[in-house]
């Protein structure tokens, strides 16, 4: 990045009060930059910082009233916040898309196509038989797999594994060590008590604009023709296992170390917590609130319901509970002592009823 | 694959009805099957497919009787599913089987012997003092330290790791990203409080017909002729640690993200569900079964338990506990409306005996 | 390795009784040893091995008295366990550091600098601006981003991702598979149920003397100019997540599978056991030790404490609610019991006083 701090207010929209010219190589905090940097004040409480600031510019709102002399270069935009997120998001743009062209050695197997404005990492794989679409970026020492798809703009980083035959959509990232398409967990229990492979012949589709965290697996359907499918949308947090037949509806967002047992249907916006497990063969409602570490072990038939505990229930009635829980021992001294009571006072009824 | 209708029956025992000169490529379900596919039907409620199915080929029950015109052929068994069972594994051991030869560039170090029929993927890396048996399958990315040995027939996909001195057995599959032989977790505190690094001596071995998931990590055992040890015809899902000293008898079968610490034994034919966490320096006994997400604190003696909870205790008492932990709240209630009746029970019954 | 007896004699600081001359080449167990082999006798019980063993060499206490005949060489020491553990660890050093050198292909960007002694495996990837130290082991298939740094002395075993921009310290250890400085998990919900990728454009710093596991995941901090921060000392265990923003204190261990979300601040010399989860934005007090699959919802501010449950709470108090939760279903039906006798004394009561 280097544009002059005219060239940035341009972008924004905003106006120059000060020298225009100098070069901007960087964005930083209002209380740490240095010279060729910029930065932004909106909250009133870094105000003094903007008087020794050594950044050579600052965003700051149109009505902003210095009390001091001011020696950087302002900005003058009506929201600096906004603006600064949107010099951060062109920043984060230039340095993730400036990965272009293709380092040696690099493997590409027969019959494969890929599109244009591509990067291929050094020590990348690419198998037989592979599309992959325009502005893909393939990370070094990526695997992908024969008759494998990939739309464009998806981003692989570095380790990714693409097991062969799976589908992945445009505008996806997937983050390092992440594994597509290893086979489904089936085995056979025979009689002498050791169990046979099942082989797993479907394969993975994920769909457009989804995110899959670092080292997180996602296994392959068991049968031929049959599909795990992450839906358009999804966001899937690192280490997390997604077993085969899965499918994880539109939107819906899963935090690290989840785990989804075989065949289970999750619905569209769900919010799966951390560490959450969820059984096989289950069918999981829209917009469902799984709180951290909860068992989920049958299906959740109404929207909207926000659960806990092992296995899960409604996650306020689990708190009340907990709250009992904490305090067992107390209810079971309580118990035993109103047993006392009861037998005296009984022995007593009696004694005067005799 | 590509047979003619007339091989596939040849080789399932089964009879042509129709043109078995028809090549096949491929294997797909009625509903969905295409030219140049099998199908076959063995559920009666699919029976309308097979009038309409685009199929070249569909197994059928001896004596299926067609109610309308069918225009595939037919190859005629006593058992369509598992003919067809058959047949989808001929067609994973052919794409399983079909990668040999090696691809450039890889690295293999000094002294190491490699078998027969070997697949070794590009940017493969072998040791030095390594062997490896024959038909072994090595993908791209795969690392094998110094001093490993590895049977005939095993497959390593992309990205494994087995750190040196590890000994894998024949005919196992080790899934993309999973790590074999890392350090255990030993560390000494320090009078300052901090920790010294003990130093890692032993190995790990792996038996025969065993597959390890993706990204599942085994540590090395700590002491010098010592090792980690998993038993032939174990299955260990994605995801799980295994820790020094561990070991897992003999068709134990550990499902995701499921964690065993350091100097446990696991006895054979063990059912371990996800997310389990087993602790360190204990035994479990043959044929237990651990409910998922459970924690084990102590030894399993007896056989062929199920068990739940943290701690676990038998699986039927925890949802019989756990039916009344959802209703605390109101035995809470219950209890305190007692305490007053019986108070008040009593003062009557004092002011009755006075 | 290889000494002769009298040469690990003069580095133990004993005295040789018998042959010093034979040459040493492993370490063993007394029961196992071979020729070429040296051992140790400390633990009385093994005394009976001394006088069998074909180990060329065994180490033994100063006034170690022989009962019967033996054949080997004796090392006389003051501590032969302590003894034998500096031989086992500079055998380790020896192992560990024997890797120096450069192997091809492997890869380098420009404008990288790389210190002395260093070891590159085949297929590692150093991207550019990279700043590496000396003696830093760098195994096959590491994959290092651009403007990474390095201390020296620190290990990067096969596998192990750097994100560009983290900084890691000196005498580390980067287990195989782990990932440094991978995307936060953060996304902006959007009006029509999707989420925005928030641009997350912090590093990582990971300080000296830290070891982290295998297949272990640490993200980067959300902010420009901020950090997820990994104190000195710190041990984390295998397929740990740490999220955006985490600092952990100095000296804290973590067991495998734990996972911390993001912004939380963890002291030091923490304990944090097995499949532990620890909420996002809490403060966790020094010297905290946290049990094995406890959920940690809220900030501890006390040091010192130890707690369990899910949301966790002092240990022994969560044992004693524990043992009265088996118990909950003979709770609940002497409650059912309590409450029929109370009503009948009260229906004999209300009689009497009538």
New interface residues.
Partial sequence: MEFTINQIAAMLGGEVSGDGSQKIKM???IQ?AKTGQIAFLSNPKYEQFIYTTQASAVIVKKDFQARKEITTTLILVDDPYSSFTVL??E??KM?SFQKVGI?E?S?IGTNSSIGKNIYR???S?VGTNVKIGDSVKI???V?I?DNVTIGDNTIL???V?V??GSKIGSTC?L???C?IG??G?G?APQAD???K?I?Q?GNVIVED?V?I???T?I?CAT???DATIIRQ?V?L???I?I?HNVEVG??T?M???A?V?GSTKIG??NMIA??V?I?GHLVIANNTSIG??A?I?KSIKDEGQKILG??A?DIK?YF??????????D??D??RE??K??N???A??DS??N
């Fill in positions: 964005l930083a905090k740490d951060l998001e920043y984060h340095i380092e050695p493997f990492g050094a020590f794989y990370y070094p020492h695997y797999g980083h570095s380790g594994k097991y062969s990232v983050h390092a060590g594994v290893s086979d967990f085995f008590g050791s169990y492979t082989p012949l604009r995110t965290g670092t080292n697996v296994d049968l031929f023709g949308g966001k947090d690192n280490l296992q077993a539109k939107n967002v935090a690290a170390q785990g047992s569209e916006n951390g560490q497990g059984a951290a570490q068992g072990s092992y296995p229930f009635e009340r509970s907990y709250a009992v829980f904490k305090r067992l021992p209810l079971n309580r118990l109103l047993e009571k009861v005296t006072v009984q007593s009824a005067n009823s």
